[in-house]
Antibody, heavy 122, light 108 residues
Framework: QLQLQESGPGLVKASETLSLTCSVT??????????WGWIRQSPGKGLEWIGS???????YNNPSLNNRVTIAVDTAKNHFSLELTSVTAADTAVYFC??????????????WGPGTMVTVSS | SYVLTQPPSVSVAPGETATITCGGN??????VHWYQQKPGQAPVVVTY???DRPSGIPGRFSGSNSENTATLTISRVEAGDEAHYYC???????????FGGGTKLTVL
């Protein structure tokens, strides 16, 4: 069974970089069958897509995040990461990693991690 | 950018049918997915590609999509269906994933 698990600091200072990791079990990030992505949810608010990628190099990011997003794959481990630069209080949210399968950017997010709360402090 | 509009809230009595809409310009031309999210949990897909249902999701959940409105229908609503529901599409022109604002379903 495919499982995802987010990890990273729960507290980040304003203006610094938020860094999270998504560990995947039950599937290979290098499989052609999946798109992998990050979604966040501010407290009491709705879902906001951050970005998605395929191992082939095909990737998409939310333009509203003004190029602050980097999603990368760890070549040695079966996980991928999120970096969000120049954070502000508006970036305080629960961050989810998820996967779209079959592999296409218009597919549903079929599997999700439980999410990790990140608070930006001043 | 592409916008999906959902009613903020829908209320229904147990055993009745809940209808949650997701409006968008020519959304009928896109594949729409619906998620259920309960407090403190990750979203779970309840229908995908307009009307398909993942294994494990009861047949009471069904989806449809036409012209400018996609609809999630929950028949014979149960107390356990109380949750937030979100629709989701891929915006071809803007190259980004779009979620609706979410609908809170209250079971009276």
């Amino acid at each position: 069974q495919l499982q995802l698990q987010e990890s990273g600091p729960g507290l980040v200072k304003a203006s610094e970089t938020l860094s999270l990791t998504c560990s995947v079990t039950g599937a290979s990030i290098w499989s052609s069958s999946y798109f992998w992505g990050w979604i966040r949810q501010s407290p009491g608010k709705g879902l906001e897509w951050i970005g998605s990628f395929h191992y082939s190099g095909n990737s998409y990011n939310n333009p509203s995040l003004n190029n602050r997003v980097t999603i990368a794959v760890d070549t040695a481990k079966n996980h991928f990461s999120l970096e969000l630069t120049s954070v502000t209080a508006a970036d305080t949210a629960v961050y989810f990693c998820a996967t779209q399968t079959p592999a296409a950017i218009f597919r549903a997010f079929q599997f999700w991690g439980p999410g990790t709360m990140v608070t930006v402090s001043s | 950018s592409y916008v999906l509009t959902q009613p903020p809230s829908v209320s229904v009595a147990p055993g009745e049918t809940a209808t949650i809409t997701c409006g968008g310009n020519k959304v009928g031309d896109k594949s729409v997915h619906w998620y259920q999210q309960k407090p403190g949990q990750a979203p779970v897909v309840v229908t995908y590609d307009d009307s398909d249902r993942p294994s494990g999701i009861p047949g009471r959940f069904s989806g449809s999509n036409s012209e400018n409105t996609a609809t999630l229908t929950i028949s014979r609503v149960e107390a356990g269906d109380e949750a937030h529901y979100y629709c989701h599409v891929w915006d071809d022109s803007g190259h980004h994933v779009v979620f609706g604002g979410g609908t809170k379903l209250t079971v009276l």
